[in-house]
């Protein structure tokens, strides 16, 4: 089975704040890698699909890159908003597999 | 408007069985792939289970062979059905679609989930 590492597990930052999360799979999964937002006792939120494309609706200060083991989802200048935890998530040969999350706190 | 809603969790006995819905709207169950999700309190996400448009249905191995996925197209609703019930089952289950053409089989449309707790 593929395992995904993310990494910080908590973030610290501020309002304005450059964030970076980065997410290791096991193997090589392609740009089969997507990231999510969730608040809490809410579902999660489709931010990218595929790596690098932002889902429809989702503000442009969010930004994934990466291909085969290495991936990071960039936030580019924090919002309120944005505090949540994020995980990302891969998908290869029936089973889908995600990180253990990473929590943004206001620092 | 599309939306998934689950019902059909509650307080229930270890060895004890469950059966989720999760009833669609927006779109169709059966033309897509269609996934189990859950997360125990204060934990992270752990995919569950998925059936593919085609019929063909997948576990993680931590449920394999207790738990079963399946979909009643008349009624566009998704189900899992849940036996032999452990403590280690008690979590938020939701319900998700994995968009396959453009989105690359990543959850775009999730329900609101369903608590499940395993307790005598």
């Known amino acids: 089975d593929i395992q995904m590492t993310q990494s910080p597990s908590t973030l610290s930052a501020s309002v304005g704040d450059r964030v970076t999360i980065t997410c290791r799979a096991s193997?090589?999964?392609?740009?089969?890698l997507a990231w999510y937002q969730q608040k809490p006792g809410k579902a999660p939120k489709l931010l990218i699909y595929?790596?690098?494309s932002l889902e429809s609706g989702v503000p442009s200060r969010f930004s994934g890159s990466g291909s085969g083991t290495e991936f990071t989802l960039t936030i580019s200048s924090l919002q309120p908003d944005d505090f949540a935890t994020y995980y990302c998530q891969q998908y290869n040969s029936y089973s889908w597999t995600f990180g253990q999350g990473t929590k943004v706190e206001i620092k | 408007e599309v939306q998934l809603v689950e019902t059909g969790g509650g307080l229930i006995q270890p060895g004890g069985s469950l059966r989720l819905s999760c009833a669609a709207s927006g779109f169709t169950v059966s033309s897509n792939y269609m996934s189990w999700v859950r997360q125990a309190p204060g934990k992270g996400l752990e995919w569950v289970s998925v059936i593919y448009n085609g019929g063909s249905t997948y576990y993680a191995d931590s449920v394999k062979g207790r738990f079963t996925i399946s979909r009643d197209n008349s009624k566009n609703t998704l189900y899992l059905q849940i036996n032999s019930l452990r403590a280690e089952d008690t979590a938020v289950y939701f319900c998700?679609?994995?968009?396959?053409?453009?989105?690359?089989?990543?959850?775009?449309?999730w329900g609101q989930g369903t608590v499940v707790t395993v307790s005598s």
């Open positions: 998700a679609r994995a968009q396959v053409v453009i989105r690359g089989s990543a959850f775009d449309i």
């Open positions: 595929k790596a690098s």
């Open positions: 193997q090589n999964i392609n740009s089969w």
